[in-house]
């Protein structure tokens, strides 16, 4: 397999005044303590952390949020950073991402020094609010890089006053293949996260098994939880096509040139009650991209509404729906993932 994802991490963090900014900081380089970077490596991420949350506390109207994503699998480790607003947005985006120009008065010199600092970056900013991903890969020696077929970004927030998210998602990716779960742990709180987990250790023994498999494997092994609404969907570039398969309010949406369609699921909570799990072919080509997410999540999510968000980072995009659509009440969690250009992710 090209990557297993076994190790994710997710904060979220509000930025509405200047103390948060240093609680940002010390966050991201936690994150990057537990990734086990080097000096140099860590030194990035605070930076990187510190020029994000300050744009957020003098630019953005009413502040906004940090979301981190820590992640190591199959030798690869990497954090990402992405900065969420709701607006005014930037005025001459390309003159802010010029090294040295920082209307902040920031240590780094602003958001040329992001750019410069980060092994990728990708942002999208309007009136209505800026997006702005970073990730930062750890530089091991030994590390090993691989040729990545799928780009995906991925949010997910418990719900208020929670610390355990009662959400949990997976991708498991193979050159030309990728296999996507999300499962919602009826409710919130431990309990929650105990039924999606255990949905995940299933999903995480066979990723490439068929979807209405897993479905029914998981049904079976967390009868004495409290259940989960599950979705998973199975992808092959060569093929052509998107096996999908879901129980529960699980949303799923498949975009393909200029159209979006909503994927089929049937009624019912995995561990519990579940009448039928039937799988669901639909065509994917080197131009789709898939969506789904929690009912976290409100589904009047529209990417036409948003000029020039389709073509982003599927980390940016995962990020304005969250910031623009979050419920606000429960756990949330949303992935987006498309084919990336040969050897790399999305631009």
């Known amino acids: 397999m090209e990557i297993a994802v076994f190790m994710h991490r997710h904060l979220m963090i509000p930025i509405t005044d200047t103390s948060q900014i240093g609680e940002a900081r010390r966050a991201a380089t936690r994150l990057a303590e537990d990734l086990q970077f080097n000096a140099t490596d860590a030194g990035r991420v605070s930076i990187i952390a510190t020029e994000l949350a300050t744009n957020l506390v003098r630019h ?17 480790k990497h954090l990402e950073i992405t900065a969420i607003d709701s607006g005014p947005g930037m005025a001459d985006v390309q003159r802010c991402l010029q090294d040295g120009f920082s209307t902040a008065g920031t240590p780094g010199n602003g958001l040329g020094a992001v750019r410069r600092l980060a092994d990728q970056m990708d942002l999208l900013s309007s009136p209505t609010g800026t997006a ?3 990730r930062i890969a750890a530089q091991a020696p030994a590390q090993k890089h691989t040729e990545r077929s ?12 929670e610390i355990l998210c009662g959400d949990a998602w997976r991708i498991e990716r193979a050159p030309g293949r990728a296999s996507i779960l999300v499962a919602d742990g009826l409710g919130h709180g431990p309990s929650a996260f105990e039924a999606a987990e255990a949905v995940a250790g299933i999903f995480d023994k066979n990723p490439f098994d068929s979807p209405r498999s897993l479905i029914e494997a998981a049904h079976s092994a967390i009868s004495g939880t409290r259940g989960a609404a599950v979705a998973i969907a199975n992808i092959d570039l060569q093929a052509g096509k998107l096996i999908y398969a879901g129980v529960g309010n699980i949303s799923g949406s498949l975009l393909t040139a200029g159209a979006s369609r909503g994927l089929f699921s049937h009624n ?14 639909y065509p994917f080509d080197a131009q789709s991209m898939l969506i789904m997410h929690s009912d976290g999540l409100q589904t009047r999510w529209s990417l036409e509404k948003y000029p020039g968000l389709a073509r982003r980072h599927p980390a940016v995009i995962a990020g304005v729906l969250y910031r623009d659509f979050k419920r606000g009440k429960d756990d949330a969690t949303v992935i987006v993932a498309a084919p990336a250009a040969a050897g790399e992710a999305v631009p």
Do not use: D, N, Y
């Open 60 to 76: 953005a109207t009413t502040g906004g949020s940090i979301l981190m994503l820590a992640q190591e699998s199959a030798g690869e």
């Open 132 to 134: 702005i991903w970073c």
């Open 150 to 161: 799928f780009a995906f970004g991925a949010v997910c927030v418990p719900a208020p006053m």
């Open 268 to 281: 019912g909570i995995v561990g519990h009650q579940v009448r039928k799990v039937q799988e669901f072919e």
